[in-house]
């Protein structure tokens, strides 16, 4: 299976400052053929199921802020949150898509400092 | 609008059978993967089983293989999940997720989940 490490586990930051999300996997998530990398970020506020931010690792979901973007290729990937707003407030998770099982990364909480 | 909805939790002891389902409108079912996802406070998000479109392919978690039986119904735009021998390691909310990517984008839509605890 493969392993998804996210880091760090909580961080806060102060509002309209940025955050930022690493997740690694323990395997590339690149695949060759669409160039592109199966590497999901979703958001969960208390209370509710994981909302998709990003897919394939930086396009942004219909509807999803700017201010949310993602990067990275292969076994490291980062999600940035720019001008942080107080709606921010939640737990982001890094999922791979690459294979079955689909695996997650252990989630970052993200808080107002 | 979009609805995805689960039902058939509960509480069951050990050795137990649970039957969820999930009944979804608002989006061409029969196009997308369906899979059941479990979160628990301590374990996270775990993926527990799969189906893809037309339910010929369907994949199971390791630790759920022998025990679970994911099926879909694409006249009635459901899916369910069959459950046998539960454990106690089986407890957590259980969310039913369409999945579904083309060579443009992708959509994902989840249910609220169903609580399914084993307990003695």
């Known amino acids: 299976d493969i392993v998804m490490t996210q880091s760090p586990d909580s961080l806060a930051v102060s509002l309209g400052e940025r955050a930022s999300i690493n997740c690694k996997s323990s395997?590339?998530?690149?695949?060759?053929?669409?160039?592109?990398?199966?590497l999901t970020w979703y958001q969960q506020r208390p209370g509710q199921p994981p909302k998709l931010l990003i897919y394939?690792?930086?396009t942004r979901e219909f509807g999803v802020s700017d201010r949310f973007s993602g990067s990275g290729s292969g076994t490291e990937f980062t999600l940035t949150i720019n001008n942080l707003q107080a709606e921010d407030v939640a737990i982001y998770y890094c999922?791979?898509?690459?294979?079955?099982?689909?695996?997650f990364g252990g989630g970052t909480r993200v808080d107002i400092k | 609008e979009v609805q995805v909805v689960e039902s058939g939790g509960g509480l069951v002891h050990p050795g137990g059978s649970l039957r969820l389902s999930c009944s979804t409108s608002?989006?061409?079912?029969?196009?997308?993967?369906m899979h059941w996802i479990r979160q628990t406070p301590g374990k996270g998000l775990m993926w527990i089983s799969g189906?893809?479109?037309?339910?010929?392919?369907?994949k199971y978690a390791d630790s759920v293989k022998g025990r679970f039986t994911i099926s879909r119904d694409n006249v009635d735009s459901t899916v369910s999940l069959e459950m046998i021998n539960l454990r106690v390691d089986d407890t957590g909310l259980f969310y039913c997720?369409?999945?579904?990517?083309?060579?443009?984008?992708?959509?994902?839509?989840w249910g609220q989940g169903t609580l399914v605890a084993v307990s003695s």
């Open positions: 999922q791979q898509s690459y294979v079955t099982p689909l695996t």
């Open positions: 394939w690792a930086s």
């Open positions: 189906i893809d479109d037309d339910g010929e392919s369907r």
């Open positions: 997720v369409a999945m579904f990517c083309d060579e443009t984008a992708c959509a994902h839509h």
């Open positions: 395997q590339s998530l690149l695949f060759s053929p669409t160039n592109r990398n199966y």
């Open positions: 608002g989006f061409t079912f029969s196009k997308f993967w």
